[in-house]
């Protein structure tokens, strides 16, 4: 038995979760928010409302709208990792980079852990996608930034498990015989993969057949509600002819691909775009064009960005379970009001899910197996919960097969016994 103590950590685009192995025992989920419904579970939100100070998770929330959103609120920041232009944000005069702002996350989830296990940890097994990006530059470089984030939150040994994999450790314990198992994780950022063979117990890391994901996930579902239907309200469709100018334009692709993304459009507010779209406005071709894009700076200045998003995935989640749904947001100047179903979600959501899916035939194909193999494939992350994911699985693999968990603990509990791997010196990668 060790006596080493690592923490396990799920950082994730949405959710954030801590275990440990302490003391040769498994501590499944540590409290990280009290203020959460699940306090197991901490939402991966910062909040600054000046440079000095910083609330976490549900706090975050709390003292935003208590601070009538004055300040940075920010999230989905684990998707920047692999986007070399982006090296992060400017507080008041303070530069932050994306390393320091993930290592202020991650060193509060530290400080809770060890005071919920009264001791201090500078070693951790952290969970990582299966591909931060579909480039490989790209995606050494997210975990090099990750390695700079881990460090600045105080940890000194840090091994990185992909998140896939974890999940594949927390399903083996159902198992009595060896298997050949698909892992599924839809999370809010990435959709991630493993194909492996499971044993009732033992592992060797050959077992691992492959590992594949892509970067679209949850974030990229709320989207398709803003490109398909919302930024029109946003001036996506406005038109404007600058002066001296011929050519009737509309809104570049640059911004409204910001507009659309719930990890992009803060960056709206960076001055030059911001410039421009106030030549927009001003060079709109007729009043209702204009209306368009006021809309756009009173979501920007009146700091509506967070609060539009969360009703967007509001509408997400409700059809999971419902056929239809209204989307009523009533902020004043944003008033907006639509009715969606969910063929018209299946429909917009085409693009982001056979994506999705390509990725997962990458990783049959990367393991040599087919799908007629595959002896269990069982799904876990928020996004699971999307029908027509669960729909697409049915189809490939049939019902039988098919086994998703509810809970959001699988890759945490993963990354947990992959910490007492890697405590007892067993190599998993
Ligand atoms: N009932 C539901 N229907 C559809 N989507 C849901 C539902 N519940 C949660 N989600 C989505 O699941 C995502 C969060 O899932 P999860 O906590 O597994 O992600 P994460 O671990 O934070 O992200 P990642 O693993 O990609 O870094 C969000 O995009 C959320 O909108
Ligand atoms: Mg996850």
Known sequence: ?????????????????????????????????????????????????????????????????????????????????????????????RILTLETLIGVFLLELKKRAEKS???????????????????????????????????FAGFKEVQFVPEPLAAAFDYRRQLTSEKIVLIGDFGGGTSDFTLIKLRPSGFSKDDVLAIDGCPLAGDALDSVFMSHKLNEYFGAKSRYRLPMGSNVMTMPKGVTLRLNHPAHIVHLKEKD????????????????????????????????????????????????????????FDYPGLEISEHFTSPQFVEWAKDTRENIFASLDQCLKDGNVTADQVDLV?????????????KEFEKRFGLERLQTQSHFHSVLSGLTEAAGFVAQGTQIL
């Open 378 to 390: 069982c799904l876990t992350g928020g996004t699971a919960k999307v029908p027509f994911i669960q």
């Open 117 to 151: 296990l009264d001791t201090e940890v500078t070693k951790a097994v952290i969970g990582r996608p299966a591909r931060y990006s579909m480039d490989s530059v790209a995606d050494g470089f997210a975990l090099h930034r990750m390695q700079k984030a881990a460090a």
């Open 1 to 93: 038995m060790s006596t080493d103590t690592f923490l396990s950590i799920d950082f994730g685009t949405s959710n954030s979760l801590v275990g440990a192995y302490h003391q040769g025992k498994r501590y499944e989920a540590l409290t990280l928010d009290e203020k959460a419904s699940d306090p197991t579970m901490m939402r991966t939100l910062l909040y600054f409302p000046n440079p000095d100070l910083c609330y976490y998770g549900a706090e975050a929330i709390e003292q935003y709208i208590q601070q009538d959103m004055e300040g940075r609120l920010f999230r989905s920041f684990k998707s920047h990792l692999p986007n070399q232009n982006y090296l992060g944000t400017v507080l008041d005069n």
């Open 273 to 328: 775009t911001y410039e421009f779209i106030r030549e927009v406005k001003k060079c709109s071709l007729t009043a209702k064009d204009a209306e368009a894009v006021e809309r756009l700076f009173v979501l920007i200045e009146d700091q509506q960005i967070f609060p539009f998003f969360e009703n967007i995935e509001r509408t997400k989640r409700a059809l999971s379970n419902s056929n239809e749904t209204d989307f009523e």
